[in-house]
């Protein structure tokens, strides 16, 4: 369906604050951006673009993930959140477009709760959290194309240096869209204004990653916090309103 001006507006607005968000913490894209596709794009069309722009993200910035983590330390993550993805798949398919939207939104403000809550001064891991933390990331990624609130638990509890969980979450999220997206194609989720869309939001994306960059250059995670949880909670509220 082609997007009216106003749209398209919101399209970039949401594109550019997402991807700022994602580039100053490493998390924080799907989590902003899917309740603006939300409003006017059809629940696959939302997961597919979302899982595409998240990727070129994750390529964009590949330097500043690649190598700081052991394949023994990534790997249960991303294999459990692969499986999980195919299950969330699933779901995906049965999903109407209002459920889609509270889903979303609930989401949303989990993540907010997760953020707020979630500030450890030591560093804690298990197996069981790793496991499910991979697991129920992969379900919302596959559902919903928000992997965020348990791996943003995850990291938080488990890396307290904010470079290191920066770099955790962004390669995280890049393994997590890249499956995100076979498995949206094995289930023929994609549709022919997909490949627009992603024209569409490129220049707002990469806009928006040079800023995000900047700004994690320059101010501490401190501020990140109280103003990414106050504009998402804003978000996952408006989302919940319009699904009920």
Do not use: H
Not at 164 to 177: D, E, G, K, Q, V
Not at 208 to 213: A, F, I, K, V
């Amino acid at each position: 369906m082609p997007l009216d001006p106003s749209q398209i507006l919101l399209l970039w607005a949401g594109v550019i604050f997402a991807s700022v968000l994602r580039a100053f913490t490493g998390f924080g894209f799907a989590l902003a951006v899917v309740p603006v596709f939300a409003m006017f794009l059809a629940p696959a069309e939302v997961v597919v673009l979302v899982a595409s722009l998240s990727l070129v993200l994750g390529m964009v910035s590949v330097r500043a993930w690649w190598g700081l983590f052991s394949l023994r330390e990534i790997l249960p993550l991303i294999t459990l959140a692969w499986v999980g993805t195919v299950v969330g798949v699933y779901l995906l398919t049965g999903m109407s477009q209002g459920s889609f939207q509270l889903w979303v939104g609930i989401a949303v403000l989990l993540a907010c709760l997760a953020v707020t809550l979630s500030k450890p001064a030591n560093s804690v891991d298990s197996l069981v959290l790793r496991g499910g933390a991979g697991l129920l990331s992969g379900l919302m990624n596959g559902a919903l194309a928000v992997p965020g609130p348990p791996m943003i638990v995850y990291a938080l509890l488990t890396e307290v240096d904010p470079a290191r969980s920066r770099a955790l979450l962004m390669l995280f999220f890049t393994a997590s869209s890249l499956w995100g997206l076979v498995s949206f194609a094995v289930a023929g989720l994609f549709v022919p204004a997909i490949p627009w869309y992603i024209t569409l939001a490129l220049p707002a994306l990469f806009v928006g990653d040079r800023l995000g960059s900047a700004l994690f250059v320059r101010y501490s995670d401190a501020f990140y916090r109280r103003v990414a949880v106050l504009v998402l909670l804003s978000m996952g509220i408006l989302v919940i309103l319009k699904a009920l």
